[in-house]
Structure formats: structure tokens, C-alpha cells
């Protein structure tokens, strides 16, 4: 994986030649901020992420060696969105995130906070999951939530989370958590806001496929809602593979 300073995007970033590539330096790399974690808090607080991009990450680190020497049963897990389907059903994040990484590794099953987008009253659920974050979480920038790693995809409109493009989601500073509307189905989602993302110690964005280089292009050029991630007391990684980085190169 080589360093890509030369992209113009905003923080650290890393280009892995295949996606066999992306997915073990990437699982390393959590592996790394779990562990640190672990050591310098006692746990270690990530939201995961939906979408086909974190698929193979999470694959690979619920595989051997990472099965046997990350330390899973301090791990608290939390989702940056979801949509308002059943936990079972094939749309779901959490569903995603159980069939590729947590049914298969020993986080305890009461530290898994999954989001409750499936209930009628998303502005209720959205308080309550909002009260988890800060009922369980040490308190960052601006008094936010403090999540040691939040895991990002990239749309392909720049929508990270369920934050997209002309949402009024994407202005909110006094909410946690907040029912928000996608531009395709399932539309009605939950998510997490701007101020719980950039309190976070480490944001990693996942970033995969030709599809993405025009929303990469925009981050750059800050014409997206990505182009708003900049962690105010912590790191911004950008993870990407050799199709996303000159996809981005050729959208310039």
C-alpha cells in the first residue's frame, strides 16, 4: 500500500494496489486502532459502516490471524446509519455487519448497539440511539460522543453515512442522531450527524471501485457532504484501491 499525499484530499492517505490489498491493510490497520484503544481506554468504541465497500475488511479481520489476537471482547460496537428495514433483511448495515464480521468473531452480544431504524417513530429512535452514544461514551469536541474509530463509505454522490447531498441532516450541530431521507431506496434511514463524526479520535473512509472517483473529486473540490469530515481533535484516513485513485485523477 503506498502513501497518497499527492490526491489533494484532506488527511492521510493510503492506495492499496488490488482489493485483496486494501483488505489486509486495512484490517491491520483496525487491528492497530483496536488495540490502542484497548490499551490507553480499556475498550474500544468503533461505528461500523454498511454498503458492499467494508465487506471484505470486515472479512478479513474476522479471519485468522486477527480471530485469535484481536481483543474482541472489549469491543464496543456502534453503526454511523441504517435503514429502515428489519435487522434480517439484506438492505440492513447491521445485517451486513453480523453476516461478514460479527457472527463470526466473540464481541459480546450486549456491547453490539444496533440502530432501530425499522421503527415508526425514527425521531424517538433516533433520542434513544443518540442517548446510547452518550450514555456509554466518553465526551468529545463540542461535548459530542467520543467514538475511538468511525468507519465511512463514500457514495457515489458523496453521501457519507446516511448525511446526503441538499438533506437538512447535514446542517444539524445539536443532535446526536437524526431520522434522514436517501435519494433511493430504502429511503428512510437513520444517522449519525456531522458533530459525532468529526469528534471521533479516528475517522477511516472506505473507498473502493471507478465508480467513486467523481465523489472523491469532489471531496477534494469540497462540493460534497464528505468534504465536511475533518476531525477536530483526531485523524481522517482515507483507505483507497488503484480503480478509486485514478478514477478520482481521471474526474480532475
Known amino acids: ?16 494496489s488490488t482489493l485483496q490489498e486494501w483488505a489486509g491493510e486495512t484490517a491491520s490497520w483496525l487491528a492497530r486502532c483496536a488495540e490502542e484503544s484497548r490499551v490507553e481506554h480499556g475498550y474500544f468504541g468503533v461505528a461500523l459502516t454498511g454498503g458492499s465497500t467494508p465487506a471484505p475488511l470486515y472479512e478479513r479481520i474476522a479471519a485468522p490471524p486477527y480471530r485469535h489476537s484481536v481483543g474482541w471482547l472489549d469491543w464496543m460496537v456502534y453503526f454511523g446509519d441504517e435503514r429502515a428495514v428489519p435487522p434480517d433483511d439484506p438492505q440492513s448495515n447491521y ?24 421503527r415508526p417513530d425514527r425521531e424517538r429512535a433516533a433520542d434513544e440511539y443518540a442517548s446510547i452514544l452518550a450514555d456509554t461514551l466518553a465526551r468529545g469536541p463540542g461535548g459530542a460522543p467520543r467514538l475511538h474509530c468511525m468507519l465511512l463509505g463514500l457514495g457515489e454522490n458523496g453521501h457519507i453515512a446516511s448525511l446526503f447531498p441538499g438533506t437538512p441532516s447535514l446542517d444539524v450541530i445539536d443532535r446526536w442522531v437524526v431520522p434522514s ?7 428512510d434511514r437513520l444517522t449519525v450527524t456531522f458533530p459525532v463524526i468529526n469528534a471521533s479520535e479516528w475517522v477511516a473512509m472506505l473507498v473502493t471501485g471507478a465508480a ?17 469530515v475533518r476531525p477536530v481533535d483526531g485523524t481522517l484516513m482515507w ?11 481521471a474526474a480532475g
Open 1 to 16: 500500500m503506498r502513501d497518497g499525499g499527492d490526491t489533494g484530499l484532506p488527511g492521510v492517505v493510503r492506495i492499496a
Open 95 to 118: 445485517r451486513l455487519a453480523y453476516d461478514h464480521l460479527l457472527s463470526r468473531v466473540p464481541v459480546p452480544e450486549e456491547r453490539v448497539h444496533r440502530m432501530e431504524a425499522e
Open 181 to 187: 431521507v436517501a435519494d433511493y431506496e430504502p429511503r
Open 212 to 228: 467513486k472517483g467523481p465523489a472523491l473529486r469532489g471531496v477534494v473540490d469540497g462540493r460534497v457532504p464528505a468534504a465536511r
Open 239 to 249: 483507505f483507497l484501491d488503484e480503480a478509486a485513485a485514478t478514477a478520482m485523477r
